[in-house]
C-alpha cells in the first residue's frame, strides 16, 4: 500500500542527469506495477500481442529503462521473495479489490465510459509470476542485474545500499526508508507529464532525492521512531489507528518517543508491536554483488519480436540507446543539497 510518510520527509527535484553513473536499486514488484497500470490502450486494457499475451512490463523495461541507461544510470533490479506472514491480510484485501475493479471497469466498458474505463482497468492491475519470469529473462539479456530478495524488495534494496554495492534506492514506496535506505530516490521511471484522473489536466511529474539527514534532524526523529510514526498510521504489516495520519502520527512520537506511550494516551491497542518493528528493523536479506553486462543485442531482438511481435526498429533504436550508453559529465555533486 506504501506508508504515506511524503509530507514529513525533506525531498529535491532533480533532473535525471544528476544521477549519471550512479549505480541504482529499484523495487522490481513496485516498478513492473507502474508499467502494468500505466502502459495501456486508451480503453485501460493493457499491451498484448497477436496471442493475447501481456507486454505492458517488457515494454517498459525496455523503453523506459532506456532512457535512464542513456544518462548514465547503471540499473539493479530486486524482486520480493516470500511475504510476511504479517502481510497476508493486506494482499488479501487488495485481491478484493482487484475483483471490485474488474467488474466497474467491464460495466464501464459496457456503457462506453472511457475514462472511468481506464480508471477501473489500472485497479485491475495484477503481476503474475510468468511476467516476473519474462522481466528476469528479458534483464539478462540487456545485462541488468537483478537479484530476488528472500522477503521484502525494499529490504534487500536497503541492504545493498548499506553494503555500498549501489549508491540510490529508487521506488515509489516511502517503505524503502523505514527498513533503512540511506539515500532514496522516487518518481525515476514516472518522469514527464502524467493526466490527472478524471481531468483534463497534466502535471509535471520530476524525479526526486530524499534526504533523510535533514528529515531526520527537522523532525527530531530517528529512524526507530519514524517506524513507529508508521506502525501508528499503519504498514503492510498492521492496519494502523483510526484517524492518525503523518503529522498526528509525528506528534505523538515526539511527545512520547515509543509508540507505546502514544497509545496508551489513545487506549489503544497494536498487536504483534515488537514483531512489527522487528520486520523493519531486522528484515532479512541476501548478500549480492551486481555486476554490469553489454546488452545481448541478437538474442533481445529475437526475444521480443520473434517471440512477442515487438516492432523490430522500434527495439533497435532502443537498443542503440543501451549499446551507447556512457556515464555523462556533472557540473554538481549528488550529496548538496
Known sequence: MGIQLGPLLETRRIKIEELSGQRIAIDGFNVLYQFLTSIRQADGSLLKDQEGRVTSHLSGILFRFSKLVENGLKLCIVFDGKPPELKMNLLEVRKQRKLKAQIEWEAAIEAGDTETARTKAQQTTRLEPHMVEESKKLLDLLGIPWVEAPSEGEAQVASLLNQGMVDY?????????????????????????????KQQKWVEVSPEIIDLDKSFQLLKLDRKQLIDVAI??????????DGIGPKRGLK???????AEGALAKLGKEIENLDEIRSLFLEHPFVDFTPEWDPPKAESVISFLCDDFAFNKSRVENALDLYLEAKPKARQFTLGDF
Not at 232 to 241: A, E, K, Q, V, W
Not at 252 to 258: D, P, R, V
Request: aromatic share 10%.
Open 169 to 197: 534506492g529508487a521506488s515509489q514506496d516511502f517503505d524503502t526508508v523505514l527498513f533503512g535506505a540511506s539515500k532514496f530516490v522516487r518518481n525515476l521511471t514516472l518522469s514527464g507529464r502524467r493526466k490527472l484522473p
Open 232 to 241: 501508528l498510521m499503519g504498514t503492510d504489516f498492521n492496519p494502523g489507528i
Open 252 to 258: 505523538l512520537i515526539q511527545e512520547f518517543g515509543k
